[in-house]
Each structure stands twice: as structure tokens, then as C-alpha cells.
């Protein structure tokens, strides 16, 4: 009995090359130029804009608790950090939203760029939906917090009671909403599963979900890495999905339809 075992050779396995990133651009290279301003200008002055204005916005925050004022800050931190990371941002399919209603925005999340790009290129009020980790940050825990944001814990959703019925208040009374519904940044540029229960203030309020596709800011900056690559960036904000009528029987069916529509915004050439 013939007990040896045939190994194939290394030759024979098919090597699978690295995959590249959803939106990289041909043939632009970061180099050691790169890396050098971002670690030694543009990194230093975004904290710098995080500390003077995070600072700044500590006494009005104090008696701010409609979040208005904050969100004043908020937007000024970051068109100074758009400005500052010479990447242009092209915004298309905004000016079809009736921003007299409140709506829902669905974002996919790639990167810590997101939100600069968002309070500069959203031109109204909005409150965003984060997780409470982030509470832990100094000085953007505390402006989350102030500035009327709706803290949800993913790990004790019943915590979370309180901040959604004041969200949904909200979102009736006609302050439009942000949220993430993949729950946190991609590791890897692609869009991911969203939360089973991302668009239940949707529902409950009965107000549309707009998809946004952030097009670029992985490639500008992903998870751990200070390195800012510098780079056109794009907003592609997608037709209204009404949820009118629905209820809670509906949230996975929703939530499908709006994946979709975010992926054909997000992948298209």
C-alpha cells in the first residue's frame, strides 16, 4: 500500500492578487511625500482645529440645548478640515431632496472623513446617530453629547429607550436625521450589512430614508492610518424611499431596498 501523499508544488496554487480599493484611482501613487504632510501638517492642524474649537464651543455648549449653536461649531471644524486636505468634493442629486421635510439620511461609513464631509456639504440642521463608544473621545464625546446627537448602545439597546423616543420626536418636529446603518467604519471600503434595526426611526416617525453614497473618503483615509492621501472626493445622494404606511413588519424589506440603492450609488463608474 502506497501511504505517501502527493503535495502539489507552489508553482501550481493560484496566487490571488490584493484587492484594490472600491473607488482608487489609476496609477496615483503616496509616496514618502505623501505621508510627510500629512504626518507633519495636515494631521497636526486637524487636531489643532479639533482643540481650539472643541474649546471654543465649551461655553456656548453650556446653555445650547437645542444643539443649534454646537452644530454652528461642528460645521466650522469641519469646512476648516475639508479646506485644509486639498480634496475637492463633487455633490450630485442634493438638489432633488425637499429639504423643507425631514428625511432620514442613510450613509455608508468608510472612513473618519465622513462627517467633516457631511456637516460642510449637508447645508441644513441635522443630528446624527452614533455609538456610545465614542462618548470615551475627549472633547468630541462632550460635543456629541451637548449638541443633541442620539447616543445608541449596541450592547444594551433597552439603554437606548430615552434617546430614541426624543429622536423620533425630533424627526417629527422637523430636524432631519444622519445615521450609519452598517454600524461602524469598513475595514476595507466595501459596503457592509447593515444593522437589523437601522431604519426603525424611519418607520416610526414615517418620514423618507435618502440614501448618500460618500465616494472616495476610504481611499482618503481608512481605519488605523494617520496617512491622508490627499484626493477628489464625491456626494451621490439617491432618490427619497418612502416608508409611509409601513410598520415594524417592513424593516428588513426597507432596509434591502435601501442596501440596493446605496451599492448602485456607491459602485457606479
Known sequence: MN??????????VPQV???RSPHAIPGEKYGWLSRLRSYL????????????????ALPGGLFDRSGRRLHWFSRT??????????????VTGLD??????????????????????????LPFQFRI?????????????????????VCIDQQKPTNSIAAIRSAVKSLKAGMPLVIYPEGGRTPD?????????????????????????????YELLPMNTYHIKCRPLEMRVGEPIPTTGMTMRDL??????VKKEMEKLYYEA
Not at 432633488?96 to 456639504?121: E, F, G, Q
Not at 428588513?252 to 431596498?257: G, N, Q, R, W
Open 17 to 19: 492578487a490584493p484587492r
Open 129 to 149: 446617530v452614533f455609538k456610545k463608544e465614542l462618548l470615551a473621545y475627549p472633547i468630541v464625546g462632550w460635543q456629541l453629547k451637548r449638541s443633541g446627537q
Open 96 to 121: 432633488k431632496i425637499d429639504r423643507s421635510k425631514p428625511h432620514v439620511y442613510a450613509v455608508n461609513h468608510a472612513s473618519a472623513m465622513d462627517i467633516p464631509v457631511l456637516y460642510v456639504y
Open 252 to 257: 428588513e424589506a426597507v432596509s434591502e431596498k
Open 41 to 56: 501638517i495636515l494631521d497636526p492642524l486637524i487636531w489643532l482645529y479639533t482643540l481650539v474649537m472643541g474649546v471654543l
Open 3 to 12: 501511504s505517501s501523499v502527493e503535495v502539489e508544488s507552489p508553482e501550481a
Open 189 to 217: 471600503g466595501e459596503i457592509k450589512p447593515f444593522l437589523p434595526g437601522a431604519f426603525f426611526l424611519a418607520i416610526k416617525a414615517q418620514v423618507d430614508i435618502v440614501p448618500v453614497a460618500l465616494v472616495g473618503t
Open 77 to 90: 471644524w469641519s469646512w476648516l478640515i475639508v479646506k485644509t486636505i486639498f480634496s475637492p468634493v463633487k
